[in-house]
């Protein structure tokens, strides 16, 4: 499972079997999300997160966009 960074609590990762379209996982205590970053940042799935630490997850995801899409291409392309 290769972590692409951690913020605040949260923690960005992706799986190692994943699939397209590009998208990060997050999670945060006990809840977790996925969020799609290939054009612009969408919230597919939420389970487990308050309104606001969501808020906060795609916040980051939104900051830190060409980063997820980078270790991506690194993790597909190895």
């Known amino acids: 499972m290769p972590k692409i960074f951690q913020k605040y609590g949260y923690s960005f990762f992706f799986y190692s079997n994943e699939h397209r379209p590009i998208h990060v996982h997050v999670r945060h205590g006990s809840g977790e999300a ?3 970053v290939e054009e ?3 919230l597919r799935e939420s389970q487990g997160l308050k309104v606001r630490e969501l808020s906060k997850a795609e916040e980051l995801a939104i900051e830190h966009r060409e980063l997820i899409i980078a270790k991506w ?3 597909i392309n190895r």
Do not use: K
């Open 34 to 36: 996925v969020f799609v």
């Open 40 to 42: 612009g940042v969408e």
């Open 73 to 75: 291409h690194e993790h």
